[in-house]
């Protein structure tokens, strides 16, 4: 089966060289102050335009206004809005409309009570992340580099596709995906050697173990 990968919050071009290269299908550059992997608008487009055609250039944004918004889609070559915040079924609709631009929400995950808000972003949204939810007083809503028990998504279906994503790393996707029977994943933390600091071995250990194409995996002291 194929898995298609995500890798997020890509700060440096010879990172998105090293994911396109790798074979992942998206790379996400992360717009929100607070991240370690905040990029400008002006950053953003700079790298977006290393990407090859054929990997997905995807802006996560947070409870982003329509001005910053329109600023990011009208700068930055984009194939995709990612939704990190509190974002509403409503504001999900509208935004879609608004761009012309596939949405993935994400919607973060603990216990099986948050299960329902997936269902409820599948009738708007065209894709979902199904993420850790992040800890009481978090500075970042994602990012946090904490998985969630994935046997709360043990071979669940919603009505559109869905990525996995929380605390992901080469070590651990392939069971993550036995487990959970997603067909997509994202990682940030887990191929990084420091918060915001991508390492090009990590993201093609990664690509290759979630893919079932893993060769070793470094390890990183
Ligand atoms: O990466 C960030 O800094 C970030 C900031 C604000 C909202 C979301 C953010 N990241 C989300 C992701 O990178 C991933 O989509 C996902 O949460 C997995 O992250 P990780 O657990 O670090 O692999």
Not at 133 to 143: S, T
Request: charged share 25%.
């Amino acid at each position: 089966m194929d898995i298609r990968v995500k890798i997020c919050g890509l700060t440096q071009p010879e990172h998105v060289h090293a994911v396109a290269e790798a074979g992942a299908a998206y790379a996400g550059f992360v717009f929100f102050e607070k991240s370690p992997r905040h990029l400008t608008v002006e950053q953003a487009r700079d790298l977006a335009l290393e990407a090859p055609v054929g990997l997905a250039k995807v802006a996560l944004t947070v409870n982003a206004d329509d001005s910053y918004l329109d600023w990011i889609v009208e700068t930055v070559p984009l194939d995709m809005l990612q939704l990190h915040g509190s974002e509403s079924p409503e504001r999900v609709a509208e935004l879609r409309e608004r761009y012309g631009l596939p949405i993935m929400k994400a919607v973060g995950i603990a216990e099986e009570p948050d299960l329902a808000a997936l269902q409820e972003y599948s009738a708007v949204a065209d894709q979902l992340l199904v993420d850790a939810k992040p800890p009481k007083g978090a500075v970042l809503p994602g990012g946090n580099g904490l998985a969630f028990d994935w046997r709360l998504v043990n071979r669940k279906y919603w009505p559109c596709p869905w990525m996995l994503a929380g605390g992901l790393t080469p070590h651990n996707v392939a069971e993550a995906v036995r487990m959970t029977g997603a067909r997509q994943v994202d990682v940030s933390s887990g191929v990084e050697f420091a918060p915001g600091q991508k390492d090009a071995n990590l993201i093609r250990a990664f690509v290759e173990a979630a893919t079932g194409k893993q060769k070793d995996v470094p390890i990183l002291r």
